[in-house]
């Protein structure tokens, strides 16, 4: 398993974020959202879908929604960290 860039942009805010005592529910849960897609990333592109073709595509559909939200993560991550260092 590789690590993707959203998993290191939202770990590293979560530790800035310790470090300085800020505030962390919107960068835990980009971690969160970056943990699962990165699991689940091959499983959501393989073209299989398995017995139950209804239920695997609402899951494969989740789990896309859960990784763009990981994607869009990265970017408020970065406004995240700019804002602490701006106005702290």
Known sequence: MKISLALIISSSTVLIGLFFGK???????????SVIELSTRNWVNSMRLGSMRNLSITIK???ALIGFYALVGQ?????IIIWWFMFS
């Open 23 to 33: 505030p962390l529910i919107f960068p835990i849960s980009f971690l969160l959202a």
């Open 61 to 63: 559909s989740l789990l």
């Open 75 to 79: 970017a408020v991550c970065i406004v």
